[in-house]
């Protein structure tokens, strides 16, 4: 019985501290222990014009295998044109896998390899700004997510001890982040949406967005 109370408090505690991240961050509404939430923002360079992309991320590291599941559930500050859309996309798939070992751990390339799968949704909530850019968040009403699988481990670059080639600039010791994507892109969810034509300064919920399952159908036109 008295175990049952501790496990039941240690419950609430988390549930607690996650409703609390929740609160406190953006896009973190639908992020639930044991997912964890976490917020970046990049740099990013399109069309000419450097913006401020703010990416909020959903993740959950398996204890009995290794596999990382983060999902982009927001993006603010998206510039809209040409392929900026694929840019930030990519910028924010390389910063999860670079900070892999923050995220989840590590796993050095001669024991293993552990498998991010990174979603990026195809159907969300849109905002669109009169200043060029928008903004995107999941909708759970809609829930449909496209994503592609990396294999990921890390390496100290003590010759001979990854199974990747090394070209480690850093000195002997520096732990160096390996990936590579092994698989996708594929769906997972039953959420439908369609594109739907949205001018600067309006919103649009379940709106379709390009993704690497639709590269030619979605927002941005």
Known sequence: MKTKYILLVFAIILGFAASNKASGQSGCEECFAPWVCSTFSLQINCNG?????????????YITFS???????????????????????????????????????????????????????????LVYHFDGTYDFFTNPDCELKCYNEYEWCWCNC????????????????????????????????????????????ETQECQKFKSDCSENDGFPP
Request: overall charge negative; hydrophobic content about 25%; proline content about 8%.
């Open 158 to 201: 003590i010759p001979g001890e990854c199974y990747y080639p090394e070209t480690c600039t850093e000195g002997i010791g520096y732990p160096k982040v390996h990936w590579r994507q092994v698989s996708g892109p594929f769906t997972e969810g039953n959420g439908q949406c369609t594109y739907q034509f949205v001018r600067p300064g």
């Open 67 to 125: 596999d990382v599941e983060p999902v982009i559930t927001s993006i603010r500050g998206i510039p809209v044109g040409s392929d900026c859309w694929r840019t930030v996309k990519e910028a924010g798939e390389r910063w999860i896998l670079e900070h892999g070992m923050e995220l989840c751990g590590t796993l050095p390339c001669q024991e293993g390899s552990k498998i991010f799968k990174i979603y990026f949704p195809v159907c969300a909530d």
């Open 49 to 61: 014009k450097e913006r401020t992309v703010e990416y909020t991320v959903c993740y959950y590291c």
